[in-house]
């Protein structure tokens, strides 16, 4: 292998890239706004740029870049199909665009696959072949290991676990619709619109409007009622959902990351693990399973992103690249 890899993070706010070396430790790193609200003309160049900023004097020294992109791509084919953070961002052969300007073999992959191949090759999941990765945080994502490899579908777009259909209150929804950090602040504004009483209309300043996710989690984390069962309920509709995660692909570990999943912790934790222990078929799906949170920080995507360099897009093996890495 090669001196070195770049991973870069093209985040819906931030860019990031970052020099890392075979161990996949940050060596360097570059970060300015994306500026996604630009569109695709504008923001492309600064990913360029931001490579650029990276690279070592002697390019060759690189065996490969790695890109996180936060919406559905297409390893295979090296391009961003739906970046739904991105304005514009549709049919992008960006893996091609960065070859061709760079002249490195460039790898895409999602965010929370990303997420998942990094926190299994270096973070709280390391040492395991069967692993599944949930971010709550504005959205709900996921990145699946089954037997040490990524799971990426026919197109690469398996795993989207916040996608997870349900039906609620007699209407068909989304895990994601549901329980991620827009939805619980959405839930809390009507609840408290109609009437009910909480300290986040204090906490808001009085402005219901003004409700968000982190004034929810600060009333719950102070006991309010109304908030501690907003937060209930999403536990309650996460663990459903990873009930059916458990039974469909019996992992041996479930890791967490997101600022819903860090802002809440145990309120949202514990009805969860209560609704898998109270829906799953079989106490053997879940009483060796162990639950974590994410270990690599905001770290996470750029060390992902130096992995799908490591895998090859998240083909290979990763738990055999991660004993090399390490070894």
């Given at each position: 292998m090669?001196?070195?890899?770049i991973g870069?993070d093209l985040?819906?706010?931030?860019l990031?890239?970052a020099?890392?070396?075979?161990?996949?430790e940050?060596?360097?790193r570059h970060?300015v706004?994306?500026l996604?609200?630009?569109?695709v003309?504008?923001?492309?160049?600064r990913?360029l740029?931001?490579i650029?900023a990276t690279l070592?004097?002697d390019?060759s020294?690189v065996s490969?870049?790695?890109?996180s992109?936060?919406?559905?791509?297409n390893?295979f084919?090296g391009?961003?199909?739906?970046g739904?953070n991105?304005?514009?961002?549709?049919?992008i052969?960006?893996?091609?665009?960065?070859?061709d300007?760079?002249?490195i073999k460039t790898?895409?992959?999602?965010?929370?696959n990303?997420?998942?191949?990094?926190?299994?090759?270096?973070g709280a999941a390391?040492?395991?072949r069967?692993?599944?990765?949930?971010t709550?945080s504005?959205?709900?994502?996921?990145?699946v290991i089954?037997d040490?490899r990524?799971?990426?579908?026919?197109e690469?777009y398996?795993?989207e676990v916040?996608h997870i259909q349900?039906?609620?209150d007699?209407?068909v929804?989304?895990l994601?619709?549901?329980?991620a950090?827009?939805?619980?602040?959405?839930?809390?504004?009507?609840?408290?619109?109609?009437?009910?009483?909480?300290?986040?209309?204090?906490?808001?300043?009085?402005?219901?409007s003004?409700?968000s996710?982190?004034?929810l989690s600060?009333a719950?984390?102070?006991?309010?009622?109304?908030a501690l069962k907003?937060?209930e309920r999403?536990?309650?509709?996460l663990?459903l959902g990873v009930?059916?995660l458990?039974?469909?692909f019996?992992?041996?570990?479930?890791?967490?990351?997101g600022?819903?999943s860090?802002?809440l912790?145990e309120?949202?934790f514990a009805?969860?693990?209560?609704?898998?222990?109270?829906?799953v078929?079989d106490?053997?799906?879940?009483r060796?399973?162990?639950?974590?949170m994410?270990a690599l920080?905001?770290n996470v995507?750029?060390?992902?992103?130096?992995?799908l360099?490591v895998?090859?897009?998240g083909?290979?093996d990763?738990?055999e690249?991660?004993?090399k890495?390490t070894?």
């Open positions: 090669s001196d070195y890899v870069v985040g819906g706010t931030r990031r890239s020099l890392l070396n075979p161990k996949l940050i060596l360097s970060e706004p994306t996604a609200e630009q569109g003309e504008k923001t492309l160049p990913v740029d931001a650029r070592p004097q390019k020294q490969g870049i790695g890109i992109i936060p919406g559905p791509t390893p084919t391009m961003v199909e739906l739904t991105l304005k514009g961002w549709h049919g052969e960006l893996a091609k665009i960065v070859e300007e760079i002249g790898y895409l992959g999602n965010d929370a990303v997420a998942a191949l990094a926190e299994t090759a270096l390391r040492g395991y069967h692993v599944i990765f949930i709550v504005t959205g709900i994502g996921g990145g089954v040490g990524m799971l990426l579908g026919k690469g398996a795993g916040g349900m039906v609620v007699e209407k929804t989304t994601e619709k549901e329980a950090g827009p939805a619980l602040a959405r839930q809390a504004r009507d609840r408290v619109a109609a009437g009910e009483s909480s300290a986040m209309l204090d906490l808001a300043g009085g402005d219901i003004a409700i996710g982190a004034t600060e719950a984390g102070q006991g309010d009622w109304l907003i937060v999403a536990g309650l509709l663990g009930t059916s458990l039974h469909i019996n992992p041996e570990i479930v890791v967490f990351g600022s819903v860090f802002g912790g309120m949202l009805p969860m693990r209560e609704a898998v222990r109270s829906h078929i106490d053997g799906y879940f060796n399973v162990r639950y974590e994410a920080g905001e995507s750029i060390i992902g992103a130096g992995a360099v895998t090859h897009g083909v290979d990763v738990t690249a991660a004993a890495l070894g």
